[in-house]
């Protein structure tokens, strides 16, 4: 695990229970690219450990997700290269959830 995911994502297993706690309060744990790439890879740590039966999605601050992150999807909007690199990314997050063991 990265210095970056550990401070985006906080993961916990306990018990079979395996938690990853969304900790950027400050933006509303919104999915920027950073967020989405310490995602993917806590997830597919989880999805090669026999140990993990449950993942329980969390987050830190009053706010679960507000969704994409705004301010960066505003700040590239003329970069079609990176609008296409951040819903592939989102894609392949949403993808990892729904194919865990």
């Known amino acids: 695990m990265t210095e970056q ?6 993961n916990y297993s306990e018990n079979g229970i395996t938690t990853l706690t969304l900790n950027q309060p400050e933006k509303k744990n919104s999915l920027s690219m950073a967020m989405l790439e310490a995602l993917s890879e806590e997830l597919a740590i989880i999805a090669s450990d ?34 296409l690199a951040l819903f592939n990314q989102c894609s392949k997050v949403m993808q990892q959830i729904v194919n865990l063991p």
């Open 50 to 83: 026999s140990e993990t039966r449950v993942v329980v999605l969390a987050a830190h601050g009053n706010v679960f997700c507000a969704g994409h992150d705004l301010r960066e999807v505003r700040e590239q909007f003329d970069s079609h290269e990176f609008q």
């Open 5 to 10: 995911t550990q401070e985006l994502v906080h």
